[in-house]
């Protein structure tokens, strides 16, 4: 649905402008997003969701780890079941947390605000 869009997984989505949902039931929507894993989700502008059961969503967001969440601007999240949510912010020990404005969770466990 829309422009350009691919979705090759089984049972994937993708719409809106140049989307890629590789992954099986994977989503790709708005535009020039990429889910290429299983059940990842990407969502916004420029996202990329490329493990399992990955999300990313806003703009240029990066969640590249089992379970792991971005989401807002510039985020990304590389440690499994890691979360980074605002501007700029890395999330990449297992289990780390980071959110607001540039910050880096980078062991287990961690949470950097």
């Avoid at 969503?57 to 499994?80: K, P, Y």
């Avoid at 501007?87 to 297992?94: E, K």
């Amino acid at each position: 649905m829309g422009n350009g869009n691919t979705a090759s997984g089984s049972y994937s989505f993708a719409m809106g402008l140049t989307n890629t949902a590789s992954g099986s039931r994977s989503v790709a929507m708005g535009n020039a997003n990429t889910a290429n894993s299983s059940y990842s989700v990407a969502m916004g502008f420029t996202n990329t969701a490329s493990s399992s059961s990955s999300l990313a969503m806003g703009q240029s967001n990066i969640a590249s780890n089992s379970q792991s969440v971005a989401m807002g601007n510039a985020n990304t999240a590389s440690g499994s079941r890691s979360v980074a949510m605002g501007n700029a912010n890395t999330a990449s020990g297992s289990s780390s947390f980071a959110i607001g404005n540039s910050n880096t969770a980078n062991s287990s466990y961690s949470v950097a605000t």
